[in-house]
């Protein structure tokens, strides 16, 4: 079979600096748009975007000779960019670093849909300080507790790992 055919959906979730409640409503709209813009102009495909004020997440299928890191690091700097230019007032704006990114089948694409759309619901009921270590464990990615704990402890907020 000749050519490279793929499927690559992936769910990706990122914060705000200190998890800042700076995207509002209105800044939501045009920033998500512009992420549009730099994924399209990388070559992938953004199907859904959404958040809440302290954080993205995107579902979007990428190419198979491109680094998920270095979507990463050009949706996060250039979408900063943008906010400081296009919103002087929000000078402080920033991203924190890393990311947490999911291989999505399919079969799950409208469950994931749903759920990146229902945020403002789903974070009425949770946090965003536990989601990101719930889906950690959902899907299976290791990580280690002593830096979710250091996070944790270092935003003040009592580890759900340890159940204090």
Do not use: N
């Given at each position: ?34 992420m ?11 199907y859904?975007i ?23 690091r ?9 906010v ?65 704990s ?15």
């Open positions: 079979m000749a050519g490279t055919y793929s499927q690559l959906l992936l769910h990706i979730v990122f914060s705000t600096k200190h998890r800042a409640p700076i995207i509002t409503p209105d800044l939501a709209d045009r920033l998500y748009s512009y549009g813009g730099i994924i399209r102009a990388k070559k992938g495909v953004l859904d959404g958040g809440a004020a302290d954080h993205v997440h995107m579902y979007l299928r990428w190419r198979t000779d491109g680094a998920v890191s270095d979507l990463m050009t949706v996060k700097s250039r979408s900063s960019k943008w400081h230019e296009t919103f002087p007032e929000l000078d402080g704006f920033a991203w924190q670093d890393g990311y947490a990114a999911f291989s999505v089948s399919k079969s799950q694409e409208q469950a994931v849909k749903q759920y990146i759309e229902g945020q403002a619901e789903h974070h009425r009921r949770e946090d965003f300080r536990s989601e990101p270590l719930r889906l950690l464990e959902a899907h299976g990615v290791e990580f280690e507790e002593r830096f979710v250091i996070e944790c402890a270092l935003l003040g907020t009592p580890s759900p790992l340890r159940g204090e």
